[in-house]
């Protein structure tokens, strides 16, 4: 057969909607989960769960199988996985694009402050207590540990393996996409007075930063990292386009 072959790095809503367009063109393709929710979604696309083993491990695995393009549309925060792409991909011949949604944006009405690390947002919490939403995922909760004067709401895929590193805490456990109306019910329930986010950006979990801004809630936004310079799409069918131009010359 010919026509690429395609590596999709999966993990987020935009990844699903990639597969479902690669399965729809007929085009073949594999989708990758890091692994880090029990129960990720099913897709149309022959699947595999796991990490690669870095740079060198995810240039075998490119050769290995024949691919000719990957598509990185990993989480914003999966810098990890997004260098490990560029380099491997550097190092193999294989074409690179990113499925990027764009990042929030604060409005006129939000009280809204950007940090560069969660540590940074850590140490701007106030000094009295206050009711933190720490809508951050599980990883990194021990950044907040220091801070036993809060209470931490926490939304969560799986429910969390290990005891919550808070003397005051409350976990809820479900999935996306949210709505304005649970999310401004949940911060009215547990009285939130501060958010904690990471600038995911998209639609999925935008409206808890609405929520935020109706209730006059405090917005701390980690902004993502920096990532070397790639080809970015924000569009599956910018990135099908793609694709097709890099079919018809032969690439």
């Excluded at 550097?90 to 560069?116: C, M, N, Y």
Aim: charged letters at 20%; hydrophobic letters at 50%; glycine letters at 8%.
């Amino acid at each position: 057969m010919h026509g690429p072959i395609i590596l999709l790095l999966g993990g987020t809503g935009e990844a699903s909607q990639m597969a479902r367009a690669l399965a729809e063109s007929g085009l073949r393709a594999v989708f990758s989960y890091a692994g880090r929710t029990a129960a990720p979604r099913p897709q149309p696309l022959p699947t595999r769960i796991g990490g690669f083993g870095g740079v060198a491990g995810l240039a075998d695995y490119l050769r290995a199988h024949g691919i000719t393009h990957l598509i990185d549309a990993t989480h914003p925060f999966a810098a990890q996985m997004s260098r490990n792409a560029i380099e491997a991909c550097a190092a193999t011949g294989v074409k690179l694009i990113a499925l990027e949604r764009p990042a929030w944006q604060a409005e006129h009405s939000d009280d809204w402050q950007s940090f560069v690390s969660l540590e940074e947002a850590a140490a701007a919490l106030p000094e009295r207590p206050a009711r933190v939403f720490l809508a951050i995922g599980k990883q990194n909760l021990d950044l907040f540990a220091a801070r036993q004067d809060h209470f931490y709401l926490l939304r969560l895929v799986d429910a969390p393996v290990a005891p919550l590193p808070f003397r005051d805490a409350a976990c809820v456990i479900d999935r996306g996409p949210f709505s304005l109306e649970n999310d401004l019910a949940l911060l009215r329930a547990h009285r939130i007075t501060h958010l904690v986010a990471k600038n995911a950006g998209g639609i999925g979990a935008a409206a808890k930063l609405a929520a935020a801004r109706a209730l006059g809630v405090k917005i701390l936004m980690v902004e993502r990292p920096a990532l070397p310079a790639r080809r970015i799409a924000q569009s599956p069918e910018a990135v099908l386009a793609w694709l097709a131009h890099g079919a018809e010359r032969g690439v």
